[in-house]
């Protein structure tokens, strides 16, 4: 009787941590749970052309007097949309998943141009540096998401998003060309016909011709006038949303 009760013991052990391991592989495996990027995307080999390279503040200190005196002109460097991505991020929790996660829709359709000084350690004067991302077509892992996403943002009425920068802060100029920069980017986001006022941490780095950038900022849809998406097996939603933009632009 008592080898019997040892036997059963040992069982229903096995059979609590074999539950205990598939749930711990449920949640880790089938739970999906988009992450936010840390770091800006790797510049493609292809890209690198040295020879355009605009003069970077080391090499501008060797320059003569009589150079260094002139104006630095403008360089414009336009965003690769193939490169780049835009995403939302917003937690939600699943009536099919159970606890709360966090969604993902994203596109590659980002464009627009950053003016840079010709030294590229600020923006210049003049003519604004904007990028703006097409959201009709922004997808997540679930269709009928998608689709209530769509009728959240009117895209049939808004289907561009822009940001317009208006201000810098935090670039070192002691970091060398292509370690990575922590700053933050302020301007005007226009979405959903309303436009307000928000600030992106950014971190970006420039080798070559071609800068890389990730910005990230949390926005509250109330503020944009965006009623939360619902859906058919959401119980429910934050309302706000994690914007995160991955750069590359080169300039020409």
Known sequence: MKKLVIVTGAAMVLGIAGIITAAGAWYFFIRENAELASDPPAIPAALLNATA??????????????????????????????????????????????????????????????????????????????????????????????????????????????????????????????????????????????TKPVTWEVKAFRQGNVISALATVTVKFSDFNITPPTFQGLLSISDQATLQVQLIAQAA
Do not use: C, W
């Open 53 to 194: 390279s605009p003069t970077n503040a080391a090499s501008a200190s060797s320059l003569t007097a009589t150079t260094a005196s002139k104006p630095s002109a403008t360089v414009a460097y336009a965003v690769k949309s193939g490169l780049s991505e835009a995403a939302y991020f917003v937690d939600e929790e699943l009536a099919s998943v159970g606890i709360p996660s966090t969604a993902k829709g994203s596109t590659n359709e980002i464009g627009g141009t950053l003016y840079l000084s010709g030294d590229g350690t600020a923006l210049a004067t003049g003519q604004p540096s904007t990028f703006t991302v097409q959201l009709s077509n922004v997808t997540s892992d679930k269709q009928m998401r998608d689709q209530r996403v769509q009728q959240a943002l009117d895209t049939s009425r808004y289907p561009t998003a822009t940001f317009t920068i208006t201000s810098a802060s935090g670039y070192n100029v002691t970091i060398a060309e292509g370690q990575e920069q922590t700053m933050q980017l302020s301007g005007n986001l226009q979405l959903h016909g309303v």
